[in-house]
């Protein structure tokens, strides 16, 4: 964003899902409050659900439109919480998404699907994953099984893990490669996971990676186990 010449201000806001986070979301409520006053915004867009409360309410405290954008499945309690109905607009990355929230009570005026998508030129092979292969130790001949997600519950790395266990007990030349931000709790339970199930020599954890060309080149297979996703772009 800052190198497309986007200026950039930063705030900390709670995601207003229990009682003690009003605090917090009222310091929040001002602060965004003044830069909207201070950058005469004329619309806010929240990314989650979550934080579309306190940009609501800062949105119609100034006049101006109030967005948010739905990328995977919320209960209907959620879309009730978070104030979805009195957004101005809201964008889903899926038909069954936009559906979802129509039917939990937001009028379908207000909503529009803009489908994710992957620039695939962008994709196009430039090497074999060799390098990458011997940095991590995986010898020529092996077979390479990856998971490209951010290492959270809802992207059901457990279950790849568990299922991985049993690939290893009749393929033994098989490893997986975890390519995503990894510095959760959750992250760091997978990560004890692997080592208590004694396959930390096949399971390889780089973290986030901006460009994740050159791992996707590295693997032979791509697996996601999501237990929860609006419209999966892999």
């Known amino acids: 964003i800052r190198d497309a010449g986007i200026p950039i201000e930063w705030i900390?806001?709670?995601?207003m899902r229990k009682l003690k986070d009003v605090p917090k979301g009222i310091v929040g409520f001002w602060q965004l409050n003044q830069i909207v006053k201070k950058k005469n915004v004329r619309i806010i867009h929240a990314n989650s659900p979550p934080w579309f409360p306190i940009g609501h309410f800062?949105?119609?405290?100034?006049?101006i439109a109030s967005a948010v954008s739905v990328q995977s499945r919320l209960e209907d309690r959620r879309v009730r919480q978070f104030f979805l109905s009195h957004a101005d607009l809201i964008f889903t990355v899926s038909d069954s998404l936009r559906?979802?929230?129509?039917?939990?009570?937001?009028?379908?005026?207000?909503?529009?699907?803009?489908?994710?998508?992957?620039?695939?030129?962008?994709?196009?092979?430039?090497?074999?994953g060799l390098e990458i292969r011997a940095k991590l130790g995986i010898v020529s001949g092996d077979f390479v099984v990856g998971c490209v997600a951010n290492i959270a519950y809802y992207k059901g790395h457990d279950i790849l893990i568990r299922a991985f266990e049993k690939i290893l007990e009749k393929i033994p030349n098989v490893h997986c490669l975890f390519v995503g931000r990894d510095d959760s709790d959750f992250a760091q339970r997978m990560k004890a996971l692997v080592h208590g199930l004694g396959l930390t020599r096949y399971g390889h954890f780089v973290g986030f990676h901006a460009d994740t060309r050159p791992y996707i080149e590295a693997i032979d297979l791509l697996l996601l186990a999501s237990r929860v996703a609006g419209a999966p772009v892999a």
Request: charged share 20%; net charge neutral.
């Open 58 to 63: 800062v949105a119609k405290w100034n006049g």
């Open 99 to 128: 559906m979802l929230v129509e039917n939990a009570g937001v009028p379908e005026g207000k909503t529009k699907t803009i489908y994710s998508s992957v620039d695939m030129a962008w994709f196009h092979p430039r090497g074999n």
């Open 12 to 15: 900390s806001l709670p995601d």
